[in-house]
């Protein structure tokens, strides 16, 4: 687990800091180097707090809501055309339009109504932004995401019946519980259909992430700071 608890104000610095961490951590569990990118979460940030991190060369970010991305990212895209902007929060359909112009990822498709909705949208933009299934692996009534037992199930009809290219998974395990056996559940159900990407580990676990199959870590407080709307941090 990361130590990380009280950031650096400089968001380039933490961000060097959390680079050699997660690179020692791939080391150890004899993984490539490279095999970890870093989804810099910046909801509930303003552009004064991003900016050094895309100043310092980070193109990865994570937004939890459609509204606010809208609001901040299409100036900082112009700036920096390079941006891979990733939706990690929860969908609704009647936003599929704005996920699919917006975003360059979609880490949350978890049930049919989202999946068939963001079909629609993907087909009358002509864009295709990459898709992941968020799974429920804990189990949680409060949480989004298709249960595991349904998973593989969920994955299929959306390759073969709605029509889209599935790329990974996603999980957000229990908060008071320890993340391995989550993260080792999301990689196993990856294997079983072929899927390469996991988005798994965020500030308190990423460390145990990189070592158990994550492709991508969503961090936010220990990069960014703390946020003052009293929401949970990432």
């Known amino acids: 687990m990361s130590l990380r608890q009280n950031p650096a104000p400089d968001p380039a610095a933490n961000l060097a800091v959390i680079s050699d961490e997660i690179a020692a951590a791939l080391k150890e569990a004899g993984r490539p180097q490279d095999a970890v990118t870093i989804t810099a979460v910046a909801k509930k940030h303003g552009r004064a707090r991003i900016l050094p991190a895309l100043k310092a060369g980070h193109r990865v970010y994570g937004e939890n809501r459609v509204q606010e991305a809208a609001g901040k990212w299409p100036a900082l895209k112009d700036e920096f055309p390079d ?53 429920n692996v804990g189990e949680e009534p409060q949480k989004a995401g ?37 993260f080792a559940l999301l990689a196993k159900i990856a294997e079983a259909n072929g899927l390469e990407t996991l988005s798994m580990g965020m500030s308190s676990d990423y460390l145990v992430a990189a070592q158990l199959g994550a492709t991508h870590v969503r961090i936010g407080t220990a990069i960014f700071g703390p946020r003052l709307d009293g929401e949970p941090e990432s």
């Open 83 to 135: 941006i891979e902007l990733r939706l990690i929060g929860p969908l609704q359909s009647n936003k599929a339009a704005d996920a699919v112009r917006l975003f360059d990822t979609i880490e949350t498709v978890d049930r049919p109504k989202i999946a068939k909705a963001l079909a629609r949208e993907m087909d009358r933009q002509a864009r295709n932004p990459r898709l992941l299934i968020q799974v």
């Open 146 to 182: 298709i249960l595991p037992k349904d998973a593989d199930r969920f994955v299929a009809q959306c390759r073969d019946e709605i029509g889209l290219v599935v790329e990974g998974l996603m999980c957000i395990p229990p908060i008071n519980e320890p993340p391995a056996l989550y």
